[in-house]
């Protein structure tokens, strides 16, 4: 199983930047995907999911209406599309693969991408 997180870098305030994660190893459709930020000396947070099929999203208070979460199963993929970056958006950006089993849940972990805002 692997998950493999890009596109991350250093951007200027109110830039934008596109992060891919290329999933391989387990069935990719049918696994909801979120993805995380880790910013130094702070607790990890939600970002933004996606349901399996993609019918459903759901997004932090931070980041909505920036951020848009997105995902092409037949290429095994999910993306986040971060617009209007601030530097409060300044983290580990890593993306998770969950799906619901009975009696409690399977989760695979990327390794992360460092996202910086700065001028």
């Known amino acids: 199983v692997q998950l493999v997180e890009s596109g991350g870098g250093l951007v200027q305030p109110g830039g934008s930047l596109r992060l891919s994660c290329a999933a391989s190893g387990f069935t990719f459709s049918s696994y909801d995907m979120i993805w995380h930020r880790q910013a130094p000396g702070k607790e990890r947070e939600l970002v933004a999911a996606i349901t399996s099929a993609g019918g459903s999203t759901n997004y932090a208070d931070s980041v909505k209406d920036r951020f848009t979460i997105s995902r092409d199963n037949a290429k095994n993929t999910v993306y986040l599309q971060m617009n209007s970056l601030k530097p409060e958006d300044t983290a580990v950006y890593s993306c998770?693969?969950?799906?619901?089993?009975?009696?409690?849940?399977?989760?695979?972990w990327g390794q992360g991408t460092q996202v910086t805002v700065s001028s």
């Open positions: 998770n693969a969950r799906r619901a089993l009975l009696g409690g849940k399977r989760d695979y």
